[in-house]
């Protein structure tokens, strides 16, 4: 019985090594690096002042919050978060109707990550920004 488990789970390990090209958490992957769902993710999991304070916000604030969002995109993703279980999203029958978002337990084990990639960004960018000055100006003639 022993060696039945551990098959199953060296199978499992196979099953969802990313580098593995069949590998179904290349689509997590996928999903999780795009843009709109970091910025979704550490909206709804940090405060006004950036720190960590998971809290319900409704579309319109989301929408306000990420500048550049068009209103198709931020629909998709958060339908697409919702369908993976890290985001919930509750109506509420009011006139007109009030539609809130709010990460799962899953999703805000997300956003600790995900926080700290968007922080790194931020800290790192006029790092980044020299490196790329330097490559243009060695590349143009």
């Known amino acids: ?21 069949v590998c ?11 843009k709109w769902v970091v910025l979704i993710l550490c909206a709804l999991g940090d405060d006004a002042d950036g720190a960590s304070a998971p809290r319900t916000m409704r579309y319109s604030e989301l929408a306000r919050q990420l500048a550049g969002v068009s209103q198709k995109m931020l629909t998709q993703t958060l339908r697409a978060l919702e369908t993976d279980g890290l ?29 700290d990639l968007r922080l790194w960004a931020q800290n790192h960018m006029d790092e980044v920004l020299a490196h790329r000055d330097v490559a243009s100006a060695s590349t143009t003639p």
């Open 1 to 21: 019985m022993a060696t039945t488990k551990a098959a199953q789970r060296a199978q499992a390990k196979t099953e969802y090594n990313a580098f593995l090209a």
């Open 24 to 34: 179904p958490s290349r689509q997590l992957l996928d999903r999780i690096s795009n």
């Open 87 to 115: 985001v919930t999203r509750t109506v509420t029958p009011t006139v007109p109707v009030t539609v809130e978002y709010a990460l799962t337990e899953l999703g805000s084990s997300l956003h600790r990550l995900t926080r």
